[in-house]
């Protein structure tokens, strides 16, 4: 059930494709390259509720895009190649992408990673350690599998208000009455509030890092594969700048020290929780620099251009999700134009 929001942007990015103007701009807004996001990778049919559908793709569609940015000239580096291009510049000349996926999905490596190896192409996983301790609360899924296993839902945020939550509508309705104010509150109250409606409903919240992650001995045995990185995602997966300086420092050591004792390496790579501006700001991008991090991404949406040298702690990244699964709109990414225009012409959006 797509939001006025999103089906404007869809259409915006339609006239970009199919005027043109993403090819004859692309000299001026293309930049140096691109870091794509991914988080599920399966095949599953998507239902009628399905407001977490967003998070995933099918691996065929992974497997065109990769075909797409190979097609426009791009190289498809891994982490540690970007860092080494950004910070010395890009001897190649060429345009380059790098393929990321957050927070450790079992599909990351049984659909995905197939295809990585067919197209030989690097992948950098980002590890919440308590998510791989199958710990931790992946409340989106949980709020969603209550939500569609519910006929009325009582929302925490509202006390006294029950949600009817019936027909497909009532239960979008019901979601995001609730999803934004759990995003947006205090992460140690989101989680407990979360929990509380799990009791409620008699959801086995505690199985969902189980059935969808990989633990440290998957991880393991993915580790040997030359293509992939694991990195970095913290400890929680608490967005970091809602957290005091003290508290954040906390969830990125120890969930770089959990994940140095289980695979047995420093993690030189790190992602943002969530990702976007009120999840990680300026202070947080300062705060990471002291763990040693090669670089740090983000959520917010542009490609990387050379100036990007000098916040190498603040990158962007671009979502592959399951609203965007049309090559038209990755060759519009590609071309860095929708998120200039987005951006006021800025390059950079680093505070």
């Not at 793709?57 to 190289?75: C, H, M, N, R, W």
């Not at 599909?107 to 199958?134: E, F, G, M």
């Not at 995602?233 to 994940?259: C, R, Y």
């Not at 959520?299 to 050379?306: G, M």
């Amino acid at each position: 059930m797509a939001s006025l929001v999103l089906v404007l942007y869809k259409a915006a990015l339609n006239v970009l494709y199919y005027s043109g103007l993403y090819k004859l701009l692309s000299p001026a807004t293309r930049g140096e390259g691109i870091i794509f996001t991914l988080h599920q990778i399966n095949n599953d049919p998507v239902e009628d509720f399905s407001p977490n559908s967003i998070l995933r793709v099918t691996p065929e569609f992974l497997e065109s895009t990769i075909q797409t940015v190979k097609a426009e000239g791009y190289d498809i580096i891994s982490l540690d190649e970007l860092h080494d291009r950004l910070k010395t510049g890009n001897k190649s000349n060429k345009p380059y992408a790098v393929f990321t996926a957050d927070d450790g999905y079992k599909d990351n490596r049984d659909l995905a990673l197939p295809v990585l190896k067919k197209h030989n192409v690097p992948l950098a996983i980002y590890i919440v350690s308590d998510y791989s301790n199958h710990q931790g609360e992946l409340w989106w899924f949980a709020l969603e599998d209550i939500i569609k296993n519910s006929s009325a839902i009582q929302n925490p945020y509202n006390k006294g208000e029950v949600l009817e939550a019936v027909t497909t509508e009532q239960k979008f309705r019901a979601f995001d009455k609730i999803y934004w104010p759990m995003r947006r509150s205090n992460q140690h109250e989101q989680r407990a509030t979360i929990r509380e409606m799990a009791k409620a409903h008699d959801y086995d919240i505690d199985a969902l890092s189980k059935n969808l992650v990989m633990n440290w001995e998957e991880l393991r045995e993915l580790n040997k594969e030359p293509l992939i990185t694991l990195a970095a995602h913290t400890k929680s997966h608490f967005a970091i700048a809602t957290l005091s300086e003290e508290e954040a420092d906390e969830q990125i050591k120890i969930g770089m020290d959990i994940m140095e004792k289980e695979l047995g390496e420093k993690a030189t790579h790190f992602s943002f929780p969530y990702g976007s501006n009120c999840a990680a700001n300026k202070r947080d991008f300062e705060l990471v620099k002291k763990f040693g991090f090669k670089t740090a991404v983000t959520t917010r949406k542009a490609v990387l251009y050379k100036e990007h040298k000098d916040h190498m702690m603040a990158l962007p990244r671009v979502s592959l999700n399951g609203e965007y699964q049309h090559q038209r709109y990755i060759k519009t990414f590609l071309s860095g134009l929708p998120f200039r225009l987005k951006n006021k012409w800025q390059k950079l959006d680093v505070e």
